[in-house]
């Protein structure tokens, strides 16, 4: 039994899946304005992260829970509510394959 804490997430939002239940113009940029403006991702507090939220895609992103559950929480209502379903993978590091090489 893993009893380690979970580090990150890897938030995929399934932008195939908007289910039209506003009169939205461009949901998907809606949503994309939503997560800016509440400073989730490239917000006021980024440079007092440690760990900031990296976008790996167009719509996945690797979160940190340094500060808890509420930023997967704040992410997830905000795709609901944009009318998005989203996946969300639970990993106990950061993934080797997403950190920028080293120079030599």
Avoid at 10 to 15: G, N, Q, S
Avoid at 55 to 79: C, H, K, S, T, Y
Wanted: aromatic share 10%.
């Amino acid at each position: 039994m893993n009893t380690q804490p979970c580090a990150y997430v890897l938030l995929i939002v399934d932008k195939s899946s908007h289910k039209n239940i506003t009169a939205i113009p461009d949901p998907w940029e809606t949503f994309l304005q939503d997560i800016n403006k509440d400073g989730v991702w490239f917000g006021a507090n980024i440079s007092e992260r440690k760990n900031p939220s990296e976008r790996l895609a167009e719509n996945v992103w690797l979160l940190p829970l340094q500060d808890g559950l509420p930023i997967l929480g704040r992410v997830a209502a905000m795709a609901t509510s944009n009318g998005f379903r989203y996946s969300a993978y639970p990993l106990d590091r950061k993934p080797e394959w997403s950190q920028s090489p080293q120079p030599h």
